[in-house]
């Protein structure tokens, strides 16, 4: 497998001269925000953070996606914050796509490059700043943890997609793939970000129905998508949120690799009733 690549959003303003003509799709099944909206205009700027402006690209709605928000993150040159998350309930999952930050996490500073993967477990105390001379951009998952009688809460640890484990999909010949950074069997974890792969002419070849809800950021490449009754051309930089059992597939016709981040929620019974 090549070097990877990893697409962010750099923000703008489209010229007056263009078209209003686009991609951005919300249904009451599923929802794409193409790269082509993530412009300066709907950026937002968070509680103590510094020098940071933010893409928030999914947040709980009722009736549709609830157990998750998703942010982009651009920390500019000497940004940061030293009280990130303000949520104790909250863990999260930092993934670099661009530049280089320091983490501090457990007494331990850490450098984070493109592919680094941190998870942060709900009540941790965490911070992080950006001590380069060009912008960070990360993608940050949110959650409220789900304890489970009789389970340890997940530690906080510190990866890089390098490091991770991509596993083949059976019969498939490694044309659909996924990297890993949790096992599947941790009942610990009560969420999973993972990366999915598909080298030209993988498929999904089924519509997928179930009850995980997901947030799919297209990494690199394009492809075709089946998201509930529909095929969606998807691409590097596009985002494509799924609430449960919206139907979905898969046809990644190239000319080079389709990748994603995807949140999924795991591990836990299906609530029966809202505290």
């Not at 457990?106 to 105390?125: F, H, I, M, N, Q």
């Not at 490694?174 to 993972?194: C, I, K, Q, Y």
């Not at 691409?235 to 898969?250: H, I, K, S, V």
Request: hydrophobic letters at 40%.
């Amino acid at each position: 497998m090549a070097d990877p690549t990893y697409y962010a959003p750099h923000g703008g303003l489209p010229p007056q001269s263009q078209l209003l003509t686009g991609r951005a799709v919300f249904t009451t099944a599923y929802a794409v925000i193409p790269k082509g909206v993530m412009m300066d205009i709907v950026t937002s700027f968070l509680p103590g953070w510094e020098k940071t402006r933010a893409w928030i690209i999914a947040r709980p709605l009722s009736g549709f996606a609830e157990t998750f928000s998703q942010y982009i993150m651009e920390v500019a040159p000497g940004g940061g914050s030293i009280l990130p998350e303000t949520d104790d309930g909250a863990e999260g999952v930092l993934f670099i796509v661009e530049g280089n930050g320091v983490l501090h996490v457990e007494g331990k500073d850490y450098t984070l490059v493109p592919g680094s993967y941190a998870y942060l477990p709900a009540g941790e105390t965490w911070r992080f700043h950006n001590t380069s001379t060009a912008p960070v951009r990360f993608h940050w998952v949110r959650k409220a943890y789900e304890p489970a009688h009789g389970i340890a809460r997940p530690d906080a640890f510190v990866t890089h997609e390098s490091k991770a484990t991509t596993v083949a999909m059976p019969d498939t010949k490694g044309a659909w793939s996924t990297t890993r950074f949790v096992e599947p069997t941790d009942l610990r974890h009560d969420m999973h970000v993972n990366i999915v792969n598909f080298e030209p002419g993988g498929v999904i070849p089924f519509a997928e129905t179930h009850i995980m809800e997901h947030g799919l950021y297209v990494l690199e490449g394009k492809a075709v998508y089946r998201l509930n009754n529909d095929w969606v051309e998807v691409e590097a930089g596009d985002f494509m949120w799924l609430r449960a059992f919206c139907p979905q597939a898969c046809y990644a016709g190239g000319p080079g690799r389709f990748r994603y981040l995807l949140y999924k929620d795991v591990n836990r019974h299906a609530r029966l009733r809202y505290r």
